[in-house]
């Protein structure tokens, strides 16, 4: 477990009485990039200004480079990691004498702190903006520059607050390029917060769902949206087919429809099946339903079906079979990895 470099064990936050950080246990690997996502209001912010050190947990604890993270070794830890927010503030100055203030507070001479910062805007591919007033500058290049300012540090582990959230697409593009090229180039740990699944999708190395003030899964990406634990990760990744079944004898029961499922007694659990991992066919199925909505959705034709229960598929519009129609009879049909079964909560 040698490349741990940071862990946490029922870290907990609460605001007064409100507890917004249920305790919550997960490390993360030397090298990697963890994505940590969920909706507003999660939690997000709060579990990475306790990471950072910004804020002290109200219980548990956290361990990093091996240490407990703690107020005798705060100052020491910190000046190993970095941490950029959705918005910064760059001072009315030059870009590099902004970055050379991102060390202004090591006992470095002047004049190496101007030589790093040029150095660093260079690897950045970024030596043209170095004389540029930071007040001139767009937003997207205002926050490659707050970046900058952090990368300077050379941190071993890099905290990222939603750093693309108040950015256009194009320059998002611009700074999750930088993120990729800081991870691949110098090996620094990554943790990000995003509201965005397609960005963690992007850029994760592994992902942590946050719901509610609790990590409730920690996975691959492929795990994440395609083997979701519980019914509520499976909403928020986008299940649009999450019934609530009992299982019984190597099988799992809904609504008239039964699957085969791990031994269990009575347990009520939940099945969880992508839209468009189902197939609609006319070659007979153990599943047959009838076509109650065919709708357009962009690119893709989503279609209701009654089965007992109401099935949602999805087919992209160019593979759409159009003799398909509201009250026909057909079948449903998927493989068998495609049905998930986990919590029912
Ligand atoms: P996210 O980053 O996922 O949007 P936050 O961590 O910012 O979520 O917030 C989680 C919860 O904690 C929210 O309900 C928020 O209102 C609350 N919260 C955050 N900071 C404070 C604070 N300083 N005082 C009281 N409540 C807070």
Redesign the pocket.
């Known amino acids: 477990m040698t490349n741990v470099v940071l862990e946490t064990e029922n870290l907990t936050k609460a605001?007064?009485n409100?507890e917004?950080l249920h305790p919550t246990s997960f490390s993360v690997v030397k090298g990697e990039i963890l994505a940590v996502i969920?909706?507003?209001?999660?939690?997000?912010?709060?579990?990475l200004r306790l990471l950072d050190g910004l804020e002290s947990p109200t219980a548990g604890t956290i361990r990093i480079f091996g240490e407990p993270f703690v107020r005798a070794s705060r100052k020491k830890i910190r000046s190993r990691m970095g941490i950029l927010f959705q918005k910064t503030v760059l001072f009315d100055r030059s870009v590099v004498d902004n970055i050379a203030l991102g060390l202004s507070y090591r006992r470095i001479p002047r004049a190496e702190q101007k030589r790093r910062a040029q150095e660093t805007l260079a690897n950045l591919g970024m030596s043209e903006y170095a004389n540029r007033s930071a007040r001139t500058l767009s937003g997207g290049e205002g926050q490659r520059v707050s970046f900058a300012r952090i990368l300077v540090t050379r941190p071993e582990i890099l905290f990222l607050d939603e750093p693309t959230a108040n950015l256009d697409p194009l320059a998002a593009k611009d700074v999750e390029a930088m993120i990729l090229a800081e991870n691949e180039t110098n090996g620094t740990t990554i943790v990000i917060?995003t509201h965005d699944q397609m960005q963690a999708q992007r850029l994760a190395h592994r992902v942590a769902v946050?719901l509610d003030?609790s990590v409730v899964q920690v996975g691959t990406p492929d795990e994440i949206w395609y083997r979701p634990v519980s019914a509520s990760v499976a909403r928020f990744v986008g299940f649009q087919n999450i019934f609530t079944g009992i299982i019984k004898d190597k099988t799992v029961q809904f609504g008239g429809i039964s699957l085969p499922a791990p031994a269990g007694f009575d347990t009520e659990v939940s099945v969880m099946i992508r839209a468009e991992d189902i197939v609609l066919t006319r070659n007979p199925t153990n599943i047959s339903g009838i076509i109650r909505t065919v709708s357009r959705r962009g690119a893709f034709i989503e279609i209701s079906v009654d089965a007992g229960v109401e099935f949602f598929v999805r087919i992209p519009y160019k593979e759409y079979d159009s003799s398909l129609s509201v009250g026909d009879s057909i079948f449903l049909d998927w493989n068998e990895d495609a049905a998930v079964i986990g919590d029912n909560q």
């Open positions: 605001y007064g409100k917004v969920g909706p507003s209001g999660a939690g997000k912010s709060t579990l917060n946050i003030g």
